[in-house]
């Protein structure tokens, strides 16, 4: 199940690495991880139900083609609900861009908090992800061409959520019920603009690294890449440096005669097509994925990881064991990330699987998903690159024929002067940063009111609350979690109160 996900965006790279250098597209965003633990449970004992809803294909005008009808998947877990007689409550996982099955999964805040709450738990899948496939449930109609993927976007997701759980709450005549949405990564920028736009139908969102400010002007394009360089520089100065003086040397080793063979058996590549380019994606999805998934504990997010794996790679760069030569140094460093496990017998640069079943972000990456995030100063570990919004077009008009709209997210749910604009208007959200995570630069980290709340952890990395928790938790993050809680008991008891009063 490993490389699938990164993959997506190692197409675009390919794609791309003859005219533009690397990392000028940012990697998707991955969400959540497994613990294999927690996968073999899930694999054995259900942790849910699965459902399909009848979904309007677009809720946005009433022409004939707007009524055509999709089976929407959900996922329900009633094991801990109170029931519609207490009003008991609803918790809502707004999915993003993959399979729910994974995601559900992966959130085990919701499940290891749903007896405390008695709260009924619900997955819904995003559209055109999954097995919620518009177009007769078919894939490949689906992604035909731009007239069936224009039904692919935010606002008819959030609708989507919107019209599936008023029909549910009828359905269980919990109508009183109060609902709170989740979510993590994309899905928590969902949550929270499910909130603000359908205040009647959620009381509160936990938005878990929702780089929500990541749009248009609103965050430097050069804040993904300077916190990942600044987590492996705060590990070791020495780490840093090989890591930023190896992409010339890759470049120039591939263009010797021989240089490509050598990289070759460096790298331990299966034998199949390798250029600097693929070999440099590699590298950087590594590096990237790795920052981004530096979590506490041992994980399996795309693939198994140690615990704290960017200590993990800088000690593989400052103490390699096959080597003393930069090749040798990095190799050890993809070790951790690709072959934690130990099972490679080589690496493939290649691989396109997506058991996760993400490609969609292309799509989404190409209309509103407009996340500048690829500039590199010259401090950063990657090559100085400035964010390059032409070239996306570019790949967006091959690629899909079509123009990006890079105003449209802050047009539709704002972002500029938030804290000005939440401050009287919005409640009720809680927005969670870990800043490990190259993405917590485009994130709310500062509270804007007394209910909408930032939760900013120092050595979070992304949506890490949300993860199962486990035995070797580190203090900060059992407190992140129980401030969380807390947060939420209020919301639903404030709920209680005003359903009696008014
Ligand atoms: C709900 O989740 C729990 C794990 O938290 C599991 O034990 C239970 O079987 C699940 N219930 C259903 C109906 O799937
Ligand atoms: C787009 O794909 C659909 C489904 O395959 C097809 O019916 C339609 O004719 C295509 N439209 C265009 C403009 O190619
Ligand atoms: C509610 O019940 C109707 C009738 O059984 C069903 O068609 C619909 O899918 C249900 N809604 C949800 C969200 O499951
Ligand atoms: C790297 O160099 C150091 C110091 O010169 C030496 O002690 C070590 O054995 C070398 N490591 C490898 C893997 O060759
Ligand atoms: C993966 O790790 C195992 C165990 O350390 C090692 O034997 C194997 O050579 C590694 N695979 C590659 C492709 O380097
Ligand atoms: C002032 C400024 O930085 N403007 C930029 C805002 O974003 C657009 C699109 O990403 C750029 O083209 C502008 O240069």
Redesign the pocket.
């Given at each position: 199940m490993a490389a699938g996900f990164l993959l997506v965006w190692f197409s675009f790279f390919t794609l791309l690495s003859s005219t533009v250098s690397v990392a000028e597209f940012a990697p998707k965003f991955p969400s959540s991880i497994i613990r294999p633990e927690q996968l073999l449970v899930s694999t054995k004992n259900q942790l849910y139900k699965t459902n399909y809803f009848t979904q309007t294909l677009d809720h946005f005008n009433f022409n004939p083609q707007s009524y055509q009808t999709f089976q929407q998947r959900y996922l329900i877990n009633d094991t801990y609900w109170g029931g519609a007689e207490k009003n008991a409550p609803i918790f809502v996982y707004t999915g993003n861009e993959g399979n729910i099955e994974w995601f559900a999964q992966n959130t085990g805040f919701m499940f290891e908090n749903a007896p405390h709450f008695k709260a009924l738990l619900v997955f819904i899948e995003h559209r055109f992800y999954g097995k919620s496939m518009p177009f007769g449930g078919k894939k490949d109609v689906a992604y035909s061409n731009t007239s069936t993927l224009g039904y692919l976007s935010s606002t008819q997701a959030l609708a989507d959520y919107a019209t599936l759980i008023t029909d549910l709450k009828q359905n269980l005549t919990a109508t009183d019920s109060p609902v709170v949405v989740f979510g993590g990564s994309y899905g928590g920028m969902l949550a929270a603009w499910f909130r603000l736009k359908y205040p009647h139908i959620a009381i509160g969102a936990l938005a878990s690294s929702s780089p929500i400010l990541n749009f248009g002007n609103l965050t430097s394009p050069y804040s993904f890449n300077n916190i990942i360089t600044r987590d492996y520089r705060s590990e070791s100065e020495s780490c840093y440096k090989v890591l930023k003086s190896s992409w010339q040397q890759i470049e120039d080793t591939a263009k010797q005669p021989g240089g490509l063979h050598l990289l070759r058996k460096s790298f331990?590549i299966c034998k199949n097509y390798i250029d600097a380019g693929y070999l440099e994606t590699w590298l950087y999805t590594a590096y990237v994925y790795t920052a981004m998934t530096d979590y506490p504990t041992p994980s399996n997010f795309l693939n198994p990881l140690p615990a704290y794996p960017v200590i993990q790679m800088c000690k593989a760069i400052d103490n390699p064991t096959t080597g003393n030569d930069t090749f040798a140094k990095l190799y050890g460093a993809a070790?951790i990330y690709y072959?934690h496990s130990?099972t490679?017998?080589?690496?493939n640069l290649n691989d396109n699987s997506d058991p996760h079943d993400l490609s969609g972000w292309g799509w989404q990456a190409c209309t509103e998903m407009i996340m500048p995030t690829s500039g590199n100063n010259k401090e950063s570990i990657f090559p100085a690159s400035e964010w390059n919004y032409k070239a996306r077009v570019t790949y967006c008009k091959n690629s899909f024929d079509i123009e990006p709209r890079p105003n449209w997210i802050t047009s539709e749910f704002g972002g500029h002067d938030i804290h000005r604009v939440l401050k009287r208007f919005g409640s009720n959200i809680i927005f969670f940063n870990g800043l490990r995570d190259p993405w917590s630069g485009g994130g709310v980290l500062k509270s804007i009111s007394k209910s909408i709340v930032a939760i900013v952890a120092k050595e979070g990395a992304h949506h890490v609350d949300l993860r199962f928790s486990s035995k070797e938790d580190p203090q900060w993050l059992k407190d992140v979690r129980k401030k969380e809680v807390k947060i939420i008991t209020k919301w639903i008891s404030q709920y209680y109160h005003d359903l009696a009063h008014f």
């Open positions: 331990r070790n072959n130990g490679a017998t080589c690496f």
